[in-house]
């Protein structure tokens, strides 16, 4: 077994969990740096479809200082705040998927194709059928009722966190799917169906 450590905010971390993460991520990316092409490759997704939108928007989350490439400290940093964090710096990060031009807001357009893309991947599961009752222009439509509190036609970032708080269904809309683990498991058992 590893080493375990206690962090600051008490939550173990297993060292060596850390040591083999990062010689899978060296092994995936001699560079140390990861393009968004080995990002798609790593988790099995395909150049074009359903899931390469919604991959893209989580690479932009995950690459925290804008240079196109996520490094080790940002990819474990994002998985670590996934698995872990709390809600609110999880919505924070949700935020960021969403807000595809990085202008502080979620608009019509950016909510309609995060939805779309969800709801392209989770089509067919069984898991989340109640969800997805409502189609997407339906979806985007109840989001911005519940959450665009001033009606402006755009959310900022304290609505996207007070209206995920403060209703169920909103919040299992704009958290995303908090378990990248089983997404990536899905995507490449897709991938090697192909």
Same mark, same amino acid.
């Given at each position: 077994? &590893?080493?375990?450590?206690q962090t600051e905010n008490s939550k173990d971390v297993d060292v060596q969990i850390i040591q083999d993460m990062y010689k899978e991520f060296v092994l995936e990316c001699p560079s140390g740096l990861l393009f968004l092409h080995e990002f798609k490759r790593f988790f099995?997704?395909?150049?074009? &479809?359903e899931a390469s939108d919604y991959a893209e928007s989580m690479f932009r989350a995950f690459d925290r200082n804008r240079d196109n490439t996520i490094d080790f400290l940002e990819f474990v940093a994002a998985l670590n705040l996934v698995f872990r964090g709390e809600l609110e710096p999880k919505l924070h990060w949700s935020f960021k998927v969403y807000d595809r031009d990085c202008n502080g807001y979620v608009?019509?357009?950016?909510?309609?194709?995060?939805i779309n893309s969800i709801y392209k991947i989770k089509k067919g599961t069984k898991k989340d059928e109640d969800d997805f009752k409502l189609t997407v222009d339906e979806a985007v439509d109840r989001l911005l009722r519940?959450?665009?509190t001033d009606n402006d036609g755009h959310i900022n970032m304290e609505e996207f966190i007070r209206g995920a708080q403060l209703d169920p269904w909103v919040l299992n809309m704009l958290q995303l799917d908090m378990n990248p683990a089983g997404w990536v498991l899905e995507q490449r058992r897709k991938s090697a169906q192909f």
């Amino acid at each position: 077994m &590893g080493q375990i450590q206690q962090t600051e905010n008490s939550k173990d971390v297993d060292v060596q969990i850390i040591q083999d993460m990062y010689k899978e991520f060296v092994l995936e990316c001699p560079s140390g740096l990861l393009f968004l092409h080995e990002f798609k490759r790593f988790f099995g997704v395909a150049a074009t &479809g359903e899931a390469s939108d919604y991959a893209e928007s989580m690479f932009r989350a995950f690459d925290r200082n804008r240079d196109n490439t996520i490094d080790f400290l940002e990819f474990v940093a994002a998985l670590n705040l996934v698995f872990r964090g709390e809600l609110e710096p999880k919505l924070h990060w949700s935020f960021k998927v969403y807000d595809r031009d990085c202008n502080g807001y979620v608009d019509r357009d950016e909510l309609k194709a995060i939805i779309n893309s969800i709801y392209k991947i989770k089509k067919g599961t069984k898991k989340d059928e109640d969800d997805f009752k409502l189609t997407v222009d339906e979806a985007v439509d109840r989001l911005l009722r519940a959450v665009d509190t001033d009606n402006d036609g755009h959310i900022n970032m304290e609505e996207f966190i007070r209206g995920a708080q403060l209703d169920p269904w909103v919040l299992n809309m704009l958290q995303l799917d908090m378990n990248p683990a089983g997404w990536v498991l899905e995507q490449r058992r897709k991938s090697a169906q192909f």
